[in-house]
């Protein structure tokens, strides 16, 4: 095994026909991490993939895998990455555990090294009661789960999973997400999801793509404190509105507040601060300064979500 | 070469596992046992002179069913896999399109040939009805099959074609089709242009496929006949491996 990162992706560029689909990306996965590509349906996180697969050729740039160059050296690389396309296709056709020996066969496995793969992945992925089964009478969470054994069977160094979990229920969801988590001690994971909680939960690293280029790429809690600004604080206060407002447009640290009345003698006030800034000790000491009866005091952290929606919504240009 | 049985025996599968397989061989059957009924008839009839192959020729029955049979068992092999998806997982796993598209190729020929067995029988039981031994001159069965095998070859390789640049199968069929049969019509045409035309005439009398059959199912082994056949087979192949290559153009 080599050294140096698994993935480089350097001004990695391809245009289809007259539209731009991935635009002069720059990343750089390690071994061991798990990487997530979030975007908006059409970002250019499938394509990406494609051409890390050895299926598609990009336009302009280059992409290595594991030091091997995947447009010339692509055998080289196909033999090292398990890739789960989008949609998960299968041959219906087939019975689970057949379906994965002919994968493992064409994979370059030994027929002796197959059978014994083929055990484990099904053990692994919790098909084992589910080896004679027709893969099209399966439900979608066991299909999943057959796509998921055969990018694993050949045992890759390099996992590519094109929109994992998309289409299950939440139970398989919860499933599939917690033998991505098991997998990712093994094996260097990238996947690619347009649901957040999922990058969130799985991912130790978080790419997000827009119209082909990356907004912004780091791991979900740097991006928190990086784009969240302080977040939103709300306190309930039972004050004269007069004095709490008195008092609040004096605070430099409070960028805006809102007051609106609740039951009794109480105030909610919402509260956003700059970046960096946690308000709640300050309102704290306001209010105990003040003699005033404190009831809640809670900060709303700006989740993945938001982050991503004012990163992505396509009014963000005009904004500047 | 691991890889190219690999596939050949997944795709020969294919043919199995669903319908589509049974399908053809029972039409294929059954027109064939029509077209050997109305032998029976004539043969009863009237005296033969000729043989019992070239009555198959002379039969619409045998182009009916290489004319037809080819779309339909090829038009499956790549459509299929692309409209599935599975074509995706399938050039992503470590395999050269070269292994690809001669496993598809073999495949689709292997059921071909399997697919004409019941003439064997067809012939046979002929033979031992009529118990005239010189009804059935080996060589001349041999040049018969060698003759199937090489249109065959042909016929497979145009399905394949068409097949790569689709993802409908009804396409792919419809393709394959019309291009067929434009070869076996255009090798009529060659007794319609008068020789002294000179290349119009030596250009489409090779295309005669009817002829070279003709000439083979005799035991004349025409030279002509199989480096047109096996010729085009080659170009066939040949543009479905570009074709298949193209997605990873720049």
């Known amino acids: 095994m080599t050294a140096g990162p698994m993935i480089e992706v350097q001004n990695l560029t391809k245009r289809y026909a007259g539209r731009l689909a991935v635009d002069r990306l720059n990343f750089t996965v390690q071994r061991g991490e798990v990487v997530g590509l979030l975007g908006p349906n059409g970002a250019g996180k499938s394509t990406t993939m494609r051409i890390l697969a050895c299926y598609l050729p990009a336009t302009e740039g280059t992409a290595r895998v594991a030091g091997l160059d995947v447009y010339t050296q692509a055998d080289e690389v196909r033999r090292r990455i398990g890739y789960m396309p989008e949609h998960n296709p299968l041959h219906r056709d087939m019975r689970v555990r057949d379906y994965l020996k002919f994968r493992a066969r064409l994979k370059g496995l030994s027929r002796a090294a197959s059978r014994e793969r083929v055990d484990i992945v099904m053990q692994q992925c919790g098909l084992t009661e589910a080896h004679k089964r027709i893969i099209g009478h399966l439900s979608k969470g066991f299909q999943q789960r057959v796509g998921l054994a055969d990018a694993l069977v050949h045992d890759p160094e390099l996992l590519i999973l094109d929109e994992p979990t998309i289409g299950l229920d939440p139970n398989q969801i919860r499933a599939v997400r917690q033998m991505i988590k098991e997998l990712a001690t093994r094996h260097t994971v990238l996947l690619s999801s347009h649901i957040l909680p999922e990058v969130e939960i799985t991912c130790g690293r978080v790419l997000i793509l827009a119209n082909g280029r990356i907004l912004a790429a780091d791991t979900p809690n740097n991006l928190q404190k990086r784009l969240g600004e302080g977040g939103l604080v709300v306190a309930e206060i039972a004050a004269p509105e007069a004095a709490l407002k008195a ?69 963000r240009e005009e904004e500047g | 070469m691991r890889v190219y049985w690999l596939l050949v025996r997944r795709e020969l599968g294919t043919f199995f596992v669903s319908w589509t397989g049974y399908i053809i061989i029972a039409a294929a059957l059954f027109i064939m046992g029509l077209s050997f009924a109305g032998i029976l008839q004539a043969l009863n009839t009237e005296p033969l002179t000729l043989t019992i192959h070239e009555l198959f020729y002379e039969s619409v029955a045998f182009w009916l069913v290489l004319l037809v049979a080819t779309p339909v068992l090829t038009m499956r092999l790549f459509a299929q896999e692309k409209q599935s998806g599975t074509f995706e997982t399938l050039m992503t796993a470590p395999v050269s399109d070269v292994q690809v598209v001669l496993a598809k190729f073999t495949a689709a020929l292997v059921f071909y040939g399997l697919m004409w067995l019941p003439l064997v029988a067809i012939t046979l039981t002929l033979r031992q009805y009529t118990r005239q031994a010189a009804i059935v001159d080996f060589g001349a069965l041999a040049g018969a099959m060698a003759g199937v095998l090489l249109l065959g070859m042909l016929y497979v390789a145009i399905g394949c074609l068409a097949s790569a640049l689709t993802r409908s199968q009804v396409v792919a069929a419809m393709l394959s089709f019309v291009t067929g049969l434009a070869i076996f019509l255009g090798g009529y045409l060659a007794y319609a242009v008068p020789p002294q035309l000179g290349w119009p005439h030596a250009v489409l009398s090779q295309m005669n496929i009817y002829q070279h059959l003709q000439d083979l199912s005799r035991g004349v082994v025409d030279s002509r006949a199989v480096v047109f056949c096996l010729s085009t087979t080659f170009l066939f192949l040949f543009l479905t491996l570009r074709a298949v290559e193209s997605r990873r153009w720049k």
């Open chain 1, 247 to 315: 008092c609040f447009d004096t605070q430099p640290e409070i960028l805006r507040y809102d007051i609106a009345p609740a039951e009794g003698a109480y105030y909610r006030c919402t509260f956003s601060a700059p970046p960096g800034v946690d308000l709640r000790p300050i309102l704290f000491e306001l209010v105990r300064q003040h003699n005033w009866t404190l009831r809640e005091l809670t900060r709303n952290q700006l989740s993945l979500e938001d982050i991503f929606v004012r990163l992505t919504r396509p009014d």
